[in-house]
């Protein structure tokens, strides 16, 4: 049973966890890209972390030299952690991360200002070939852009086997076509838990960057 793993994982790795607690990282630094942790202790007394770590986000001049392209590439690695003690097993965790992008006017009409043509600026998204995430294969993402919403991007979803997991993408290509001005991009990581008895879910995010 789910509830046997995860009695032996926590007791294995909370006197480590204990030991090197999770630090949000400091306002005051210049670095938007600090790593940084949201915790929460649920109302069953688990200790439920958050990640976010080694974001980057680099833009590039798009290969096609379109002035309505953004190309990019994003780094990130999402961690869920699970600490303390608590009279009911966890039955279930999850840890997921990935990026929420936002393009703030379409242009595909051929509009440059003002446009009221239909939402269809197209984003795409690739990972290296063959990554498995949680044994299952990532295929490339395509989604819709709308002008005023913000797509979420997820670089996968891995269930928790014991009281640590974690996501970590490399170099991932990005490229967003028929939008006028930058794309937004704002990485994040979730993590959820179930017992028998409550639900919690945890977030963290990342200061926004653009393409």
């Known amino acids: ?21 999770v630090v949000a990282a400091e306002p005051a630094k ?4 600090a790593d940084r942790a ?4 649920t109302a069953d007394g688990w200790r439920v972390s958050a990640v976010k770590a080694r974001e980057r986000v680099r833009s590039v001049p798009p290969l096609n030299q379109s002035p309505w392209s953004r190309e990019g590439f994003l780094s990130l690695r999402g961690e869920g952690r699970i ?21 703030n006017t379409d242009v595909t009409s051929g509009a440059t200002v003002g446009v009221t043509g239909g939402p269809t600026a197209q984003m795409s998204i690739s990972y290296p070939p063959a990554m498995v ?3 299952q294969l990532m295929p490339s993402i395509s989604t819709t852009l709308r002008p005023g919403t913000i797509a979420d991007v997820p670089f996968g979803t891995k269930q928790m086997a ?14 967003v076509d028929g939008c006028l001005g ?10 959820a838990i179930s017992t028998a008895a409550n639900d919690t879910t945890v977030h963290v995010y990342g200061e926004p960057h653009y393409l």
């Not at 009281?163 to 490229?175: N, Q, R, W």
């Open 1 to 21: 049973m789910v509830s046997r793993w995860w009695c032996a994982g926590v007791c294995a790795v909370v006197g480590v966890l204990v030991s090197g607690p």
């Open 30 to 33: 210049a670095d938007s890209f």
């Open 38 to 41: 949201v915790s929460k202790t």
């Open 83 to 103: 600490a303390g003690t608590s009279t009911l097993p966890v039955n279930a965790g999850t840890v997921a991360t990935g990026f929420q992008l936002g393009c």
């Open 133 to 135: 995430i949680g044994g």
């Open 162 to 175: 014991g009281a640590l997991a974690g996501i970590e993408l490399d170099g991932v290509h990005v490229k």
């Open 182 to 191: 930058p794309v937004a991009v704002r990485a994040y990581t979730r993590v």
